[in-house]
């Protein structure tokens, strides 16, 4: 159209409004571009996410039920606390140079220390699964605030879309109420209007 214009003002006012139009279309594409990647990006994190909850081992698996099952003393022995940390640095010693236990414990008693380091392993394993569940309800509660937000984000742009429409806020009132009525938790029963 801006070719066919006799009057040059016109024309050229017609060709800048194509540039602009053009240079803002660039600027949605690209805007679009970068957004659907953030999406995907986001699509994919909460894919791994899921799969990751879906495929965990049962609890019975990796915690047991009872501390005292394992058989062995150096296997549940923590090798990261300073209570069992070696002076040399290296690997802990849980005996010292005359046969007793570092604890100052006889061998006689060994049982009960065993007995004692297991529990310890236990309440250390069960207090990092702890952790890790919370950490994952924090990140769940955030989600869902994030995800109320949007909503009302579109909420508002439904009002805004049904008002450009001509519906009333009357109407939309009642549509409120009778959404709201209908909800599956309403303890009131469902009502024909």
Known sequence: ??????????????????????AELSDYRQSYQRLKGS???????????????????????????NPYAQSTAQSSLPSSSPLFASPSGGQPQYRNSAGQLSFGASPE??????????????????????????????AVLGDLGQQREMLKGTQKRLYGVANTLG??????????????????GNKRGSRQI
């Open 167 to 184: 519906v009333s806020g009357e109407t939309i009132k009642m549509v409120e109420r009778v959404s709201t009525y209908h909800q599956p």
């Open 39 to 65: 999406y995907e990006e986001a699509q994919q994190t909460t894919a791994q996410n899921r799969n990751e909850l879906f495929t965990r081992r049962p609890h019975h698996a990796s915690t047991p039920e």
């Open 109 to 138: 008693d060994y049982t009960r220390e065993n007995a004692a380091l297991r529990e310890q392993s236990f309440m250390s394993q069960t207090n990092a699964q702890l952790d890790e569940y919370l950490e994952r309800g924090r």
């Open 1 to 22: 159209m801006a070719r066919n214009e006799l009057n040059p003002a016109k024309q050229e006012k017609a060709h800048e409004r194509l540039k602009i139009f053009r």
